[in-house]
């Protein structure tokens, strides 16, 4: 059977749907392929899930720190279940009939390029169903987890972030490769939710290595409070688990070995684009693919090709995915009426996508660190504040401990970066990501009064702390 639409997209994640309901909303047909569940990876195996296991552990920080109040251990089956629960019991229904309100076509299968606007779906039953485009096709496949080539570490069965946040029992010993954000998260769930013993190795020399470093020292003291185990520049030889299900043995470069129940690795993402069928249009599979700042795949004559999210590489956040595939949606649909419309803003991607890990402490940044400001040759300077003698967070509970820094385009007068360390600072992230975004000068940010007594007062501080 031989089907056609204005618009085909691969992948019915958080990105995929954003382009179709784009796309609609600019008077085209369109269609949307998925294999697995209709929401993608976010809804059922990372943001979604990953949260739901996080609250309680970040909650019980908070009543801990406020004297008066007293908190029990944790019910992780209660937890588990209000996770099942968040993502509706991987039951896709009400997500494809939302698909179908847009409306859209849901097409469930694997959906792969058979060259220019053509794009075969493998159904599970093995038959094939032809779509063809009239417009464009996209990818939003997003990304899948990178298992080193650590002898006997694939066939240990490690979890990734697709096990972690499914699990339906909480180890009691569990090892951690990897130092980024999903290992310090779901390190801190699982440790939270009654893991006994939690060990987190990191090959380099600091927790979120690509954050300030003052973020990641801080997570580091609260891991070493609660009990976990931080061993940095700690490298992993051998993984050895002779029983499906037993115990897994990790071997160090150094030190003697490390007996586990779970082992989790978290060491990157790869795009999902093997066999995608990007060689019959001249890519190379397994490759990000390449896109101009309209999403549209540079490698791909005729501009017929686009890809968000994960795929394209450029921002690896469920939020910038969404956004690029707002924007790739909108180009679609104005190309197809023959005009040109927005693209994506330098400052809104890459560098400047804001991100919360959703530890305690959370950590909150936009834009660029120090370094990566100073390596690009700006001008700057950093101005620092201690989060704690903000009489907003004083108020949040005894022992708070928490940081802010800005980097400050001197030049421009300018912030280039924002980064917050601290309990409840994740929603202060968003007035950050306006004024670097926006470029707002800081001499106007002053007369952007913050409220007393709340934890944004520490923007007032900041400025203060520059001069202002």
């Known amino acids: 059977m031989a089907d056609e639409f204005d618009v085909i997209v691969i992948g019915a994640g958080p990105a995929g749907e954003n382009v179709i309901e784009r796309a609609v909303r600019g008077g085209l047909s369109a269609a949307i392929v998925e294999d697995r569940l209709a929401g993608g990876e976010c809804a059922y195996w990372a943001c979604v899930p990953s949260k739901a296991l996080l609250r309680p552990v970040d909650l019980a920080g ?5 004297p ?15 996770r099942d629960e968040t993502v509706s019991h991987f039951d896709d229904s009400g997500q494809v009939r939302w698909i179908e309100g847009v409306p859209a076509e849901f097409f469930r299968g694997r959906g792969r390029i058979d060259g220019p ?13 032809v779509l063809t485009a009239r417009q464009a096709v996209v990818l939003a496949t997003g990304s899948t987890a990178v298992v080193p080539p650590v002898p006997g570490l694939a066939e240990a069965d490690p979890w990734t972030s697709h096990e972690v946040t499914a699990t339906d029992a909480i180890p009691e010993r569990l090892a951690v490769i990897g130092g980024g954000v999903v290992a310090c998260e779901m390190a801190q769930a699982m440790h939270g939710l009654g893991a006994r013993q939690t060990t987190v190795l990191v090959r ?8 300030e470093p003052f973020a990641g020292d801080l997570l580091a003291e609260s891991f070493a409070e609660a009990g976990i185990d931080v061993r940095t520049h700690t490298d992993v030889t051998r993984v050895e688990r002779p029983e499906p299900g037993g115990k897994v043995t990790v071997h160090l470069a150094e030190g003697p070995p490390l007996e586990a129940d779970e082992l989790l690795v978290a060491t990157g993402r790869r795009p999902a684009t093997r066999d995608l069928g990007l060689g019959t249009v001249g890519l190379k599979d397994g490759d990000y693919v390449e896109v101009d700042d309209s999403m549209r795949a540079t490698g ?9 999210g994960d795929v394209n590489g450029r921002a690896l956040l469920t939020h910038m995915g969404k956004y690029q595939a707002r ?30 890990v959703f530890t305690d402490p959370q950590i909150c940044a936009v834009g660029r660190t120090e370094a990566a400001a100073r390596q690009a040759g700006f001008r700057v300077r950093v101005v620092e504040y201690d989060l704690a003698s903000v009489t907003g967070a004083y108020l949040m509970g005894d022992g708070y401990r928490g940081r802010a820094n800005a980097v400050v385009d001197e030049d421009r007068k300018v912030l280039l970066g924002v980064t ?36 944004s007062e520490v923007w007032l501080r900041l400025l203060e702390a520059y001069g202002l």
Do not use: N
């Open 62 to 66: 908070e009543v801990s720190r406020v």
């Open 68 to 82: 008066g109040l007293s908190l029990g251990p944790i019910d992780a089956a209660a937890v588990l279940a209000r």
């Open 117 to 129: 606007k053509r794009v075969v779906v493998s159904g599970e039953d093995g038959g094939e169903r």
């Open 204 to 211: 380099g020399g600091r927790l979120l290595g690509r954050m």
């Open 300 to 308: 791909v004559s005729e501009g017929w090709l686009y890809a968000v």
């Open 327 to 356: 924007i790739c949606g909108d180009v679609i649909a104005a190309r197809a009426r023959g005009d040109e419309l927005s693209r994506m803003r330098d400052l809104a991607d890459g560098y400047g996508a804001p991100q919360v």
């Open 420 to 455: 917050f360390a601290g309990p409840g600072t994740a929603d202060l992230l968003h007035s950050a990501s306006i004024a670097v975004t926006a470029e707002v000068p800081i001499d106007r940010l002053w007369h952007a009064v913050p409220s007393f007594p709340t934890v």
